[in-house]
């Protein structure tokens, strides 16, 4: 048997290859709920996070997974952003610079990453969740969700379930996954 030790990779032009140096995920099987006003956002820092501490300012992070979301009330808009350390992401990496990871700025809609419609109170929406970030840090870094909805009034919103959560093989629960790979690059 032989051992192969290197410090970088490089295809036949000479450039460094990337390599995965560490994965974290967190599966969430159970629910959760929060009530959130008109024009606010809810967010799982205490229910849903990926944790992870870069070995090198240099290294790029790849999130990735999915999470389910649902809403009191029929024909709501849900939306989601991307968290860093409590704070919305702003930025992701876009080829050999940046880029934002929510829309842009537009009057009093709602910046976001990703959204959907929950079509009633028994039909949830599963958000993809994939993004590069460089966050140039070697500190332990907690990534979560920030989630909202597009209704006038206040509404509960559901991780994992829907609304209308009655006991029998009409409704579902649901898992969410939150991925974080540390990539050298």
Known sequence: MSTLKVNTLQDTSGNTLSRVLQIVQTVKTDTASQS????????????????????????????GGFATFNSSGVEQEIHIAYR????????????????????????????????????????????????LDKP???????????????????RTMYMNRTDSDSNNSEYSRYVSVFTATEIAP
Request: net charge neutral; aromatic share 8%; glycine share 14%.
């Open 36 to 63: 959130i006003s008109s024009g606010s956002q809810g967010n799982t820092d205490s229910f849903f996070t990926v944790s992870i501490t870069p070995s090198s300012t240099s290294s790029l992070i790849l999130l």
């Open 84 to 131: 860093r350390d409590g704070s919305i992401l702003t930025t992701a990496v876009n080829g050999g610079g940046t880029a934002n990871s929510i829309g842009d700025a537009d009057g009093s809609r709602q910046r976001a990453s990703a959204g959907g419609r929950s079509q009633s109170t028994f039909h949830p929406t599963s958000f993809p969740i994939y993004l």
């Open 136 to 154: 140039a840090s070697t500190s332990s870094l907690t990534y979560s969700l920030a989630f909202g909805h597009g209704s006038g009034s206040t």
